[in-house]
């Protein structure tokens, strides 16, 4: 069983940074890809970006390209989500998910865990 806790999300003007991280319980979440997704409210959940076990591969969805950057120390058990030059339209709870998933999905539901995720707001 893996227990994912987000933190990190807050308030910030277009522009600024914020980094989440998404901490893990259980050993088997060393083994496991991570994703980064969001909901906006009247929105679909959505694909942020994912990392596999080892953190040698990344993907993003291209609204995040270029702008954010997933990195996981598993020494430690989490996964950080370093969010550059935020836009307003990046407002959302943003939640991880983890699962034994090879390679790294896009797909919400091919994740087994879920965090009770952290909100991002971004004003203009």
């Known amino acids: 069983q893996v227990q994912l806790v987000e933190s990190g999300g807050g308030l910030v003007q277009a522009g600024g940074s914020l980094r989440l991280s998404c901490a893990a319980s259980g050993r088997a979440f060393s083994s496991y890809s991570v994703g980064w997704f969001r909901q906006a409210p009247g929105k679909e959940r959505e694909f942020v970006a994912g990392?596999?076990?080892?953190?040698?591969?990344?993907y993003y969805a291209d609204s995040s390209k270029g702008r954010f950057t997933l990195s996981r120390d598993n020494a430690k058990n989490t996964v950080f989500l370093q969010m550059n030059s935020l836009k307003p339209e990046d407002t959302a709870v943003y939640y991880c998910a983890a699962g034994p998933i090879s390679p790294v999905a896009r797909t919400s539901s091919r994740y087994d865990y879920w965090g009770q995720g952290t909100q991002v707001t971004v004003s203009s």
């Open positions: 990392i596999n076990w080892s953190g040698g591969t990344t």
